[in-house]
């Protein structure tokens, strides 16, 4: 059994509004984060999301409730929980006054610990920033600022890694490079939370994701059991014809006998275009796979289509994430 990284005991946040009344940001949580996990929390903006990181964090105190990290619990003995995380705010950073490796070492400082040199050459070196030790942040680019952000919440040498939309901003390649680093520190232990509205990133990165709506998590699941709610996969295969509506009319009935799914994909003019044909298959039977391969095969022939592709489809964490924020998933 994995020991318990971080805890949220009735947890909750209701600010006072300006003209009286108030708002629930954030309704009674209670959550636990396994150490050495990478968990995933994801939301619309203004869901809550910011608000239990900002608890984690000891940012704010919980209107009711407390959180637990390490342990320790945040309302007692904040500035100690404050050392066991590194957190990557979604804001960039606004220092301009010292170059990178100075900011660092006075980072360190700062959260409590001496500056180790060889650490942080080792942080600027693996970021990729090694090359802009003289820049302040203010002489960065947008990717470099988030870069640096990522090297100041880890000089310290903190437990837990919280990176909120670490990689806004960052282009493809650098984005690469900084999850090898990131993942990296994942296998060494470090617990890491991650909210991002990339969520190919949460699904290939995290193992168990939440979801925020409305101040409250309307669903945790395991990576693989999310993306189950997506919807059945699929072989799926494309074809050309030459009227539409006619070829519609005359096979559709005998297609969705044999629960094959079509779906126009691109008008080539008002008759002629492509459609795609869908089949669902069990995933990780390759009786039902190669079935579903025959099926398709058989209705080639029988109908006379040609394929001009033919290839599987497997449901995404965008498309469960659309379909539990539009109510189309029951959690």
Not at 274 to 286: A, D, E, F, I, T
Request: one cysteine or more; glycine letters at 8%; a positive charge.
């Amino acid at each position: 059994m994995n020991a318990i990284a971080i805890e949220f005991k009735n947890a909750s946040k209701i600010y006072k509004l300006p003209k009286g009344g108030q708002f629930e940001a954030l309704k009674p949580l209670n959550l636990s984060i396994k150490k050495g996990e990478c968990f995933g929390l994801l939301g619309h903006n203004g869901a809550g999301k910011t608000t239990i990181l900002s608890l984690l964090a000891g940012i704010n105190k919980p209107t009711t409730g407390d959180v637990i990290v390490e342990g320790l619990s945040v309302n007692e003995n904040t500035s100690q929980t404050k050392r066991l995380l590194g957190v990557v705010q979604q804001e960039l950073i606004a220092d301009t006054f010292f170059n990178l490796p100075t900011m660092l070492h006075i980072q360190s400082k700062l959260s409590g610990f001496k500056p180790d040199k060889e650490w942080i050459d080792f942080l600027l070196e693996k970021l990729m920033l090694t090359e802009h030790i003289k820049k302040t942040t203010r002489e960065l680019s947008g990717g470099m600022k988030r870069r640096m952000m990522i090297a100041r919440a880890l000089v310290h040498k903190p437990k837990i890694l919280v990176l909120d939309e670490p990689t806004a901003g960052v282009d493809i390649q650098l984005r690469k490079s900084m999850w090898e680093f990131i993942e990296g520190l994942h296998k060494q232990g470090m617990t890491i939370i991650l909210t991002t509205h990339y969520l190919q990133e949460a699904e290939e990165f995290c193992s168990r994701i939440a979801i925020v709506k409305s101040g409250e998590i309307v669903t945790l699941k395991e990576n693989k059991e999310l993306l189950a709610l997506g919807g059945k996969h699929k072989i799926s295969c494309l074809i050309e014809v030459s009227n539409v509506y006619q070829w519609m009319q005359d096979h559709s009935s005998y297609l969705n006998g044999l629960s094959i799914l079509i779906e126009p994909v691109k008008q080539v003019s008002h008759s002629t275009g492509n459609l795609k044909l869908s089949l669902p298959y069990v995933h990780g039977s390759m009786n039902s796979f190669l079935d579903s391969v025959n099926v398709m095969n058989s209705v080639a022939q029988k109908i006379g289509m040609r394929i001009s592709d033919i290839f599987t489809e497997s449901p995404g964490l965008e498309d469960v994430f659309i379909k539990i924020n539009s109510g189309d998933i029951s959690t």
